[in-house]
């Protein structure tokens, strides 16, 4: 049969056409009313995007850029702060914080494990000056409990940074109620269209410690980007095509919100809770196993390679005979594990679409399965979740 | 769930991303070398598409546009002609004929039925000048033994009219072989662009029968389109934006054909007939009854409604919830029945994610059904086409 190119992958994601079209049409330049105009409508949607009421800051830069700025802004050479790893991007804050010459202590779980509040409560110090965390844990699926970790904070000195990539319209967050005092996003995620845009919201107590912070920052200087923000610029010429494609997806966003905006985040979180149970459901059918069967969160699926089966062929498969790309395992995880995204621009249709390809790629392979079995727990997984939160639309 | 906008109908039919951008860049006028120069390598990758040493005209106008000129262009008032018809694309025909003074004769069947090259033996007669007929009718799904039917008419001075607009990219034709005088074909079908451009490709016997026929012609002017043709140019002003996207999905064809075009054609029309062959099982699995089970094309599924269920209402359901268009029954067929259509840009996933939305629409709408029973029929189906026809890719 023909092959479409499609990303079942944790980022980029499928891109929303409208977005496409918006890119390919944005000839604006960016010290213009016109971009103005634009630039503060995306940051003004941001915030509701984002759900807080705190200052957001955007950056040209994949999310990466984000997450350093929250470490270069943030910190001063020796300054202790505490990092939750359980996979590769919580790795990713211990090479930051080092690098701006933070002293780092780690609380650790195994790859496809969650960092539990318990742990977080034995080992936080009144000395930690910042806690650096994911929301997801985007290279084996994970969730953290950003609430219960968030609560533990909350009469401390120590600021709260998550690193919500991946978690940005896959989970529901209560931002300004949780006290995180810097939430980080990035565009090649749930909002649907291509990297190069990262973002954060900043709380006030986030702008203060960063009146005595001490390590160098330029580019990703976020009291000088927020004070441009203000009014409607960067600091240094901005990926107008993306701001316009960013415009454009929170359009639909609010369009499938009825008009709201915040109602339509909701909406899009549903989504992928429910393409996400939709999806546990098939591979266990199928008698695969979860990766992370303890906290899975709604971004993607981790599913743990079977026996006898190496993760890259499944990968390869899906390439090679449907045109669709889904993630293998990351380091060390590669072979072991392959996932499965259900973020953003993802709808019932792929959910199904993938999890027929993933049945026909696994028998083909020589795995002995029921056609359909996964499927149809999709089915009863999404028949379920229908019954719970949405009125019927059918007929009306 | 979030719902994006699909469309499962037999025209206009799901868009390919290039060539929707390839639209939306053509800036060029269509009096200059540019155009010329593309306008020319259309025109000449139709041939391969339509599979034909003959000569190609193409019109700016839906396919109707190129049925009126076989009409316009071939025939005289008072001429007689034989239409074959068993639908509401064979009744276009009739419409035609007789708007232009031709004395129709109709070879019935209805609707959901074929006209067989046996009843087409017992109705020609030496004074037909034209016979005119679809290879596949839309409103019903069926597909007509053209092969047959021309060889009823080789050595007769009997004209062969093919309205191929569904038929090109879902059917297996040999259009100089067998002797079809003037094949149709629109861009709205399995060449996944927007409606807009009609063409055809007519026979040296069809030039010469032109030179004699006497009705009034003058957009549709099949000779003075065909010189304009020859040096890369149109009568009169193109859809340049449409013609850009031509060119685009024709690079897609070719490209899924390893570089070879006609190649492309091929594995297009077997990804239709897999697609179908899948939609069948799937669809009889469930314990639905096709509509016309006797000789099913595979640009199509139509589906009888099962008892008591308007499929109005099945329509409407895969609308509202999936944002997924598939087609209710035309006419006197509203209501009676409904179209899945799975010709052009629509691949191995986009069959099970249709299939597995049908299930979900038939229970909620109170069928009662085992989830998965037509998503496996149909997995079934695809591995033993796979197994058929295509080198396994996997591992390559």
Request: glycine content about 10%; proline content about 4%; hydrophobic content about 40%.
């Amino acid at each position: 049969m023909i092959r479409k190119g499609r990303l079942f992958t944790p980022g980029p994601t499928q891109l929303l056409p409208a977005a496409q079209l918006a890119m390919a049409a944005a000839t604006m330049h960016h010290r213009t009313g016109e971009f103005r105009a634009l630039y503060t409508k995306v940051l003004a949607d941001l915030k509701v995007f984002i759900g807080t009421r705190n200052d957001v800051v955007m950056f040209t830069a994949s999310g990466t850029g984000a997450m350093e700025a929250a470490v270069s802004n943030l910190t001063s050479p020796g300054d202790k702060v505490l990092v939750l790893s359980a996979g590769k991007f919580g790795e990713r804050w211990e090479g930051l914080a080092k690098s701006y010459g933070c002293v780092v202590e780690t609380v650790r779980s195994p790859y496809g494990g969650t960092v539990t509040p318990q742990q977080v409560r034995q080992a936080l110090k009144p000395e930690h000056r910042v806690l650096y965390m994911q929301a997801t844990e985007s290279s084996t699926g994970v969730r953290h409990d950003v609430e219960g970790i968030a609560r533990l904070l909350k009469n401390s000195d120590t600021l709260l940074i998550v690193d919500a990539i991946t978690g940005l319209g896959t989970t529901h967050f209560d931002v300004d109620g949780w006290g995180i005092d810097v939430i980080i996003g990035g565009s090649q995620k749930a909002v649907m269209i291509p990297p190069g845009l990262a973002y954060c919201a900043v709380s006030s107590r986030a702008w203060q410690r960063m009146e005595s912070a001490r390590n160098p920052r330029y580019y990703f200087d976020l009291r000088k980007e927020n004070k441009n923000g203000a009014k409607g610029e960067s600091s240094y010429t901005p990926s107008t095509a993306l701001v316009a494609a960013l415009a454009a997806a929170f359009d639909y966003v609010r369009e499938q919100g009825g008009g709201d905006l915040a109602a339509g985040r909701e909406l899009l979180v549903n989504n992928a809770e429910t393409a996400a149970a939709m999806t546990r459901a098939a591979v266990q059918a199928l008698g695969l196993r979860l990766f992370s069967a303890s906290s899975p969160g709604a971004a993607l699926t981790a599913v743990a390679s079977p026996d006898g089966m190496d993760s890259s062929d499944i990968v390869k498969a899906f390439r090679n005979q449907f045109g669709a790309v889904i993630a293998n395992g990351q380091g060390e995880m590669k072979g072991k594990l392959f996932r499965i995204a259900h973020l953003g621009y993802y709808d019932y249709l792929d959910t199904i679409a993938a999890i027929g390809a993933l049945e026909q790629v696994l028998a083909e392979l020589g795995r002995r399965l029921e056609f359909g079995a996964g499927l149809r727990a999709a089915q009863e997984a999404y028949a379920a979740a229908a019954k719970e939160s949405e009125p019927a639309t059918v007929g009306s």
